[in-house]
């Protein structure tokens, strides 16, 4: 495993935490685009609901059925609560996800999610490899 200091880790942590901004205002603005571009074209995706994606082209498919329309009465705010660190180029991201109505305030009757993602750097920059989206059931 390659030896990283704090400040790589800090400088990397700041982009990883912009990965999920981009990714809560591509879901907030119903952006397909946006939310695709984020992927890497092998990443696997899978839904609060256990529906497992494979490949930039079935989340791109599954997202422009699902996204368009979702958010008209409400959307998500997401909030990084941890990052572990694989390798300097490889983190595992925790997620609160709580479901708000659109002037932001939060809606307790809806099941937050705990997402995890697990994002990593390329040539390209820093993409979504993998994410795993869990609601808590009360």
């Known amino acids: 495993m390659a030896s990283t200091t704090p400040a790589q880790h800090t400088d990397a942590e700041a982009s990883v935490r912009a990965v999920v901004a981009e990714l809560e205002r591509a879901q907030q603005t119903e952006d397909v685009d946006a939310f695709v571009r984020l992927f890497r074209s092998d990443a ?69 999610g705990r997402p995890t993602y697990v994002v990593a750097r390329g040539e390209e920059g ?7 989206n869990t609601q808590i059931v009360p």
């Open 44 to 112: 696997v995706w899978t839904t609060a609901h256990g529906r497992r994606l494979t490949g930039l082209a079935e989340i791109a498919e599954f997202t422009g059925k699902v996204l368009p329309g979702a958010m008209r009465e409400t959307t998500a705010r997401y909030e990084v609560t941890h990052v572990v660190w694989v390798r300097a180029d490889v983190a595992v991201v925790n997620v609160a996800q709580r479901a708000v109505d659109l002037d932001g305030h939060a809606l307790d009757e809806i099941p937050q």
């Open 126 to 132: 820093w993409h979504l490899v993998a994410g795993q």
